[in-house]
């Protein structure tokens, strides 16, 4: 049995033991040598960057979220531990932990450290899917004469160069298909390593949960088990054409997913749909200087992300959420596309003086949508606001001074709100 040591990355036969340096940690499959595609997912990310800047929090359960009535973004194992998960409303989260360590989520941290991650990949292969800050798929098939390895060496190399450079941790899946490496990479959480191969897919697949099928929520779920679907083998009971007219598009990939089937490539070009933020205040709120505060905060996260991901965006959305949940939401499209903080929050006030007496809000946010590539955006002026120009200039030269001196090295007043 091909097996791998994740310390020395030795391969060898057999053996409990790397018999070069005798580490117990060792990963043996028999497609070890032949399967190329993987998912990485980094372990409880935004918390794991936290842990890592602030050594006094290790040990401690970490929560990154917003206020109490704000919700999870994510949890340390610590937290996970005690039934904290990601998306669950922070009051809930304090019930379940009440001794957590709550931090708001400082973005330009954790693009930083994916940026960092996204080079080491980029060593390996060319083929990378970035799903979110903290996951991406890569596609490896061929690289092996390139790196004198196998990818299952290639991988273990990488997560041990994120922990031993950047003091963060990843799991991998490995498997010869995209929905496999994604199931394979939540096997061994955190810091694992897991396999699913070719000749046993039917077998593992067989009895598992049509849950872990990423993509499926609660309300898919609900209409599975309607239809008496639980499990990959109520699936294969299935007729493909009886799926079809049951679930449409999704019965005929839920067809071939029972079977183990994903045809989908690796793709390096999956472009990004949209770039948000948004808040859910402690207390309901019809304050406008509140409010404006909140909504140039905003303006400024969104605009930092579409920086760091060189993107900007001809649509300018607001969402406001009132006291009893409805929702308000105004889009407007620009002439150009944007990615400057003034020209989002100024577009994104317009729209919310088209709605802001008819609160109070319990949540505000805004995005940019119809993504763009940068060098095509802000391009013209504004000929209505003849300084807007100088405002833009302005805002470069903020740009460099955070970029030098951290991101509140200077701050505009409305911020203060």
């Given amino acids: 049995m091909p097996t791998l040591c994740r310390d020395c990355f030795s391969l060898f036969d057999h053996g409990q033991r790397c018999p070069a340096c005798n580490s117990p940690r060792r990963i043996a499959h028999a497609e070890l040598n032949e399967l190329s595609i993987a998912h990485m997912d980094c372990d409880a ?13 290790e040990g401690k359960p970490v929560i990154i979220g917003g206020g109490r009535r704000g919700v999870v973004s994510t949890a340390c194992y610590v937290a996970r531990i005690r039934g904290v998960r990601s998306a669950m409303p922070m009051f809930q989260a304090l019930k379940l932990c009440p001794d957590a360590v709550i931090i708001k989520p400082r973005m330009q941290a954790y693009v930083e450290a994916s940026r960092a991650i996204r080079a080491m990949m980029e060593e390996l292969t060319p ?12 596609d490896l098939s061929g690289t092996a004469r390139l790196h004198g ?11 041990k160069r ?11 899946g490995l498997s010869h298909n995209k929905f496999l490496a994604k199931v394979a990479s939540d096997l061994d959480k955190p810091h694992g390593f897991s396999i699913i191969g070719k000749a046993e897919t039917a077998a593992f697949l067989r009895n ?24 990959f083998s109520d699936l294969l009971r299935w007729d493909r054409r009886d799926l079809g007219a049951r679930f449409g598009s999704m019965g005929d990939r839920l067809w071939h997913l029972a ?7 690796v793709s390096a070009h999956a472009p990004m749909k949209s770039i948000s933020n948004e808040t859910t205040f402690h207390d309901d709120t019809s304050d406008p200087e509140l409010l404006d505060g909140h909504l140039w905060r905003m303006a400024e996260k969104v605009s930092d992300r579409a920086k760091a991901k060189q993107l900007a965006g ?21 002439r150009d596309g944007t990615q400057m903080a003034d020209t989002i929050y100024r577009t994104a006030r317009s729209l919310f003086d088209q709605v802001g007496d008819e609160g109070p809000y319990r949540l505000l946010g805004c995005g940019l949508s119809d993504l763009i590539p940068e060098d095509s955006a802000d391009l013209s002026g504004d000929l209505l606001d003849p300084q807007a120009q100088q405002r833009s200039a302005a805002e470069r030269a903020t740009d460099k001074i955070r970029d030098r001196f951290g991101a509140d090295a200077i701050l505009k007043g409305r911020s203060l709100r």
């Fill in 162 to 172: 994120m922990h031993q450079e950047l003091g963060l941790t990843g799991s991998i």
């Fill in 208 to 231: 598992k949960p049509v849950r872990m099928i990423w993509g499926v929520g609660a309300a898919g779920q609900a209409s599975l088990e309607k239809a008496g679907i639980r499990t």
């Fill in 314 to 334: 001809r649509v300018v959305t607001l969402k406001l959420k009132r006291a009893d949940h409805s929702l308000l939401s105004r889009r407007i499209s620009l």
């Fill in 45 to 57: 990310f935004y918390a794991s960057v936290e842990k890592r800047d602030n050594p006094e929090l």
């Fill in 149 to 159: 390895a196998p990818p299952a060496v290639m991988l273990a190399r990488l997560v």
């Fill in 127 to 138: 083929a990378i899917e970035p799903l979110s800050l903290d996951e991406a798929f890569m």
């Fill in 259 to 265: 079977r183990g089937e994903d045809h989908r490539r």
